[in-house]
C-alpha cells in the first residue's frame, strides 16, 4: 500500500506564494516512482487537475487555469513530489491533494478516477 502526505498549505495573500509537498511510502516495499498529480477541490464544487508529472519528471501538464504560475516537479531520491504556487488568486482557494498513478506504464492523467493512491489533503486559503 502507498501512503501520500502532503503538506506546507496554509493562509496567503492574493499574489502570495506556497509550495506544497507530498512525501510517499510504501508499506513493506521500495516506493516507485510512478506518474504523479496535485488536484483540489473547492467548497461545493468538483475535484480538479491541477498539474501532473511524469515519473522521470521529464514530462509536466498544467492545467490552463494555473499555466504559468504553478510548477510541478519531484525528487525521487526523496520520494517526494512539489507544486510551487505563484501569484495566488483567491479562486485557488481549495483543498490540495497529492495522488499518484499505479504502473510505470501509465502516463500523466487528467482524470482523477485513473489514479490509484490519495492523501489526505492539505487546505490552502487565498485572502483578497
Known amino acids: 500500500q502507498v501512503q501520500l502526505v502532503e503538506s506546507g498549505g496554509g493562509l496567503v495573500q492574493a499574489g502570495g506564494s506556497l509550495r506544497l509537498s507530498c512525501a510517499a511510502s510504501?508499506?513493506?516495499?521500495?516506493?516507485?516512482?510512478?506518474?504523479m498529480g496535485w488536484f483540489r477541490q473547492a467548497l461545493g464544487k468538483e475535484r480538479e487537475f491541477v498539474a501532473g508529472?511524469?515519473?522521470?519528471?521529464?514530462?509536466?501538464y498544467a492545467a490552463d487555469s494555473v499555466k504559468g504560475r504553478f510548477t510541478i516537479s519531484r525528487d525521487n531520491a526523496k520520494n517526494t513530489v512539489y507544486l510551487q504556487m505563484n501569484s495566488l488568486k483567491p479562486e485557488d482557494t481549495a483543498v490540495y491533494y497529492c495522488?499518484?498513478?499505479?504502473?510505470?506504464?501509465?502516463?500523466?492523467?487528467?482524470?482523477?478516477?485513473?489514479?490509484?493512491?490519495w492523501g489526505q489533503g492539505t487546505q490552502v486559503t487565498v485572502s483578497s
Open positions: 510504501a508499506s513493506g516495499r521500495t516506493f516507485s516512482p510512478y506518474a
Open positions: 508529472i511524469s515519473w522521470t519528471g521529464g514530462s509536466t
Open positions: 495522488a499518484a498513478r499505479n504502473s510505470a506504464n501509465y502516463a500523466i492523467s487528467v482524470n482523477r478516477y485513473e489514479y490509484a493512491y
